[in-house]
């Protein structure tokens, strides 16, 4: 563990508020919300690619790609967020799909993230989530549970499930 790793603890908080929201988001998903399924999918792949650079030794790493992570989207969400006002539709042009990673294979799963890692990535987002004046269930509104900040936080607990059941599994079943 470096020096780093000592001075980012696990915030109790930031995780309750990742499981709280992120379920709230998984069970939406399970209702039938396609739209969110596939906004899920392209959140555990962006989650899963920023864990992969960092190493597994390193939590402070993890803690800063989850502060990154909301520091490059914190733009694109506030545009989000002023066009919910606007019913205007966007323009084919602007509609980008994320650059990111798929499965490395199509004959094996991925395997899940370090636990621990995906805990501090979890606190480094909500932190920069919260500094940035976002708190869940402000707006009260349906169209506030798909907002970038939930949907991201529901993919961390879609992996931390995923990690938990792998360290279940015997060894030679992993």
Known sequence: MS???????LSAVSLRLTDEVG??????????????SSALDQHVAAVRAALAACPPGELG???QAGQAAHQEARPRAARTRAA???PTRP????????DVPFAASPW???VAPPLRLL???ACGFIEAAVRADWWPGEDE??????DFESVRLAAVCRLVRQAEAAAALPPGLR
């Open 3 to 9: 020096a780093h790793d000592a001075a980012v603890p």
């Open 119 to 121: 805990l501090h990535y």
């Open 23 to 36: 379920q709230a988001v998984l069970d939406w998903v399970a209702a039938g919300d396609l739209a969110l």
């Open 108 to 110: 094996h799963a991925d």
């Open 91 to 98: 323009h084919p042009a602007q509609v980008a799909c994320p």
């Open 61 to 63: 790493s993890a803690w």
């Open 141 to 146: 509104s349906a169209t506030d549970a798909a």
């Open 84 to 86: 919910r006002s606007q």
